[in-house]
């Protein structure tokens, strides 16, 4: 099956993008809680149990694939049904292959019995990294909680090839499930956890019911899937706002009503896909932020159709909000920039924060103005629902972030992981020491840093000797020699003091409370005092040092 977006969301499984946690720690770990696992905010994955056998499985909206690399798993029991399959992913060039085979599967608290999936042998990847992540990362399949009858998929392949009972063994393992449990909903429900965040959501996948703590989204406005009949989860949205004013918005010629554009909400996308206009628009409202044209900044992980990046200040939050028809959703600043550490040039290693909100190329350019990600998914409840005979397919949002608090969330966060990491570098000196390898021309003070060290060097030593006033005078003998007269009458005094003290203290002599002598102290004196001495600042360049 080929994927319509660019970007093939299998790479996304087989890639493991930097992400830095609040503790500054960036070892590969996952968090646990609600039966959804969140791999360093890049991916969401569930517990699927094949066979007697669990491993990890990325939570997909955009497919109806179902499958796991077999290769490092080992036998277990299912049944081969004599049926190959190939997916293919974003320009083809990626491919998956394997036998198709049927066994029990456990998945989100169900268990079906006899279910059709995908038993990859072949993994076709640039770089060939796809069997040694399963083995390292414990990421070996995926699961589609997309529309079922999807071109191409194991139902079609199991019909076209004349097996038994092919559309029920082989529909998605979600239609299966509620088949099991007709008086439930046909609908499945998310919360994303943001790693790095203890006071942001906590994951959760629900099948057929709600999260009775999230319950309250029953009456949230159902978002049509739109156009009608559409196969993917694609809704209506008004645009986005910075600080309450919207941003203006090339709308696509794709059949959208005036003043609406298509959003698609996938799961099995990281970040956020964008118009490339729309994303300057953003980041261009965000005080301290750069823009970056075709650099080599990394990109903190996520994929872009560009070279180009907003740099922001790591501690500068924004007001963003996503708007629907009289509802509008904040985005929590952790989700707007994305921090990464990277050894610059000059070899020196950094914390960098870069836009989440990417130009997705043709993927926004098409069929849709926006594909959001995890980094909006994050933020709300979101429930999906296939509809029934009475009510077409929708999705409900329920808002997961409050503004107020999340800005006091993101300060606190931000602000100890540049504690625990290499220093920040501001916006423009960064752009600049990639662009010509020099981090400043005008002095510009590093954000978020506690000792802004605006020059490291001596003033002194800014001019050469040979520079003169505007009068033509050269001042440099002449200092020079006034300190040097300075000092000498200064241990002539000193020596005379100590004769005078030798004199008095001499035996059979009686002290007298004659005057003292108090010497005038120059104003460059007090540096040859040892407790004013200039000692050579610590290097700014030492990546690991608090500040």
């Given at each position: 099956m080929i994927l319509s977006a660019t970007l093939p969301l299998f790479l996304l499984i087989f890639t493991q993008p930097l992400f830095v946690a609040a503790d500054g720690s960036s070892e590969r770990r996952h968090i646990y809680d609600g039966g959804v696992s969140n791999n360093k905010n890049t991916r969401y994955t569930a517990t699927v149990n094949i066979g007697g056998k669990s491993i990890q499985a990325t939570l997909d909206t955009g497919s109806t694939d179902m499958w796991r690399v077999t290769k490092l798993m080992g036998?277990?029991?299912?049944?081969?049904?004599?049926?190959?399959?190939?997916?293919?992913?974003?320009?083809?060039?990626?491919?998956?292959?394997?036998?198709?085979?049927?066994?029990?599967?456990?998945?989100?608290?169900?268990?079906?019995?006899?279910?059709?999936?995908?038993?990859?042998?072949?993994?076709?990847?640039?770089?060939?990294?796809?069997?040694?992540?399963?083995?390292?990362?414990?990421?070996?399949?995926?699961?589609?909680?997309?529309?079922?009858?999807?071109p191409g998929d194991i139902s079609d392949a199991l019909t076209?090839?004349?097996?038994?009972?092919?559309?029920?063994?082989?529909?998605?393992?979600?239609?299966?499930?509620?088949?099991?449990?007709?008086?439930?909903?046909?609908?499945?429900?998310?919360?994303?956890?943001?790693?790095?965040?203890?006071?942001?959501?906590?994951?959760?996948?629900?099948?057929?019911?709600?999260?009775?703590?999230?319950?309250?989204?029953?009456d949230e406005p159902k978002w049509s899937v739109y156009p009608k009949g559409k196969k993917s989860w694609n809704i209506l949205a008004k645009g986005m706002s910075v600080d309450g004013k919207s941003i203006p918005w090339v709308v696509n010629q794709d059949g959208a009503p005036k003043g609406d554009i298509i959003v698609e909400v996938d799961t099995g996308t990281p970040g956020w896909f964008l118009r490339l206009e729309m994303r300057d628009s953003i980041y261009s409202r965000i005080p301290g932020a750069a823009f970056a044209k075709d650099s080599k900044i990394g990109s903190g992980?996520?994929?872009?159709?560009?070279?180009?990046?907003?740099?922001?200040p790591c501690t500068q939050p924004a007001n963003v909000t996503v708007d629907f028809e009289g509802r509008s959703y904040p985005i929590h600043p952790l989700d707007l920039s994305t921090v990464t550490y990277q050894v610059g040039p000059d070899n020196v290693n950094r914390t960098v924060?870069?836009?989440?909100?990417?130009?997705?190329?043709?993927?926004?350019?098409?069929?849709?103005?926006?594909?959001?990600?995890?980094s909006f998914l994050r933020n709300v409840y979101a429930v999906y629902s296939f509809g029934d005979d009475n009510e077409d397919p929708y999705i409900q949002l329920l808002s997961q972030t409050n503004a107020d608090k999340a800005n006091d969330d993101f300060m606190a966060v931000r602000k100890q992981l540049l504690a625990n990491g290499p220093?920040?570098?501001?916006?423009?000196?960064?752009?600049?020491?990639?662009?010509?390898?020099?981090?400043?021309?005008?002095?510009?003070?590093?954000?978020?840093?506690?000792?802004?060290?605006?020059?490291?060097k001596d003033l002194s030593s800014s001019a050469s000797p040979s520079d003169t006033s505007s009068g033509g005078i050269n001042w440099g003998p002449i200092v020079v020699g006034l300190l040097a007269a300075n000092l000498l009458v200064v241990l002539i005094l000193v020596a005379?003091?100590?004769?005078?003290?030798?004199?008095?203290?001499?035996?059979?002599?009686?002290?007298?409370?004659?005057?003292?002598?108090?010497?005038?102290?120059?104003?460059?004196?007090?540096?040859?005092?040892?407790?004013?001495?200039?000692?050579?600042?610590?290097?700014?360049?030492?990546?690991?040092?608090?500040?």
């Open positions: 036998a277990d029991s299912f049944t081969d049904l004599g049926v190959t399959q190939e997916f293919f992913y974003g320009d083809g060039s990626t491919t998956i292959q394997g036998g198709i085979v049927t066994g029990a599967i456990t998945f989100g608290g169900h268990t079906v019995h006899q279910q059709a999936f995908l038993n990859v042998t072949v993994v076709c990847l640039p770089q060939n990294k796809g069997l040694d992540n399963c083995k390292s990362d414990g990421i070996c399949g995926l699961v589609g909680l997309g529309f079922p009858d999807f076209k090839a004349n097996k038994t009972d092919a559309q029920r063994v082989g529909q998605p393992i979600l239609q299966n499930i509620f088949e099991q449990c007709p008086g439930d909903g046909q609908f499945f429900a998310l919360s994303f956890s943001r790693e790095g965040d203890p006071q942001g959501p906590t994951a959760q996948l629900d099948i057929g019911k709600y999260n009775p703590a999230l319950e309250s989204v029953r992980g996520y994929w872009r159709a560009d070279n180009d990046l907003w740099v922001v924060c870069v836009n989440t909100l990417t130009n997705g190329g043709s993927m926004v350019n098409g069929t849709k103005d926006m594909l959001v990600g995890d220093p920040e570098l501001a916006p423009e000196d960064l752009i600049r020491l990639y662009q010509t390898g020099s981090s400043s021309s005008d002095g510009t003070k590093s954000p978020g840093n506690a000792n802004d060290l605006a020059s490291n005379v003091s100590i004769l005078n003290f030798m004199r008095r203290d001499q035996p059979g002599r009686t002290r007298s409370a004659g005057p003292t002598y108090a010497p005038v102290r120059g104003k460059d004196e007090g540096l040859l005092q040892a407790d004013h001495l200039e000692l050579p600042v610590q290097p700014y360049s030492d990546p690991y040092t608090d500040h």
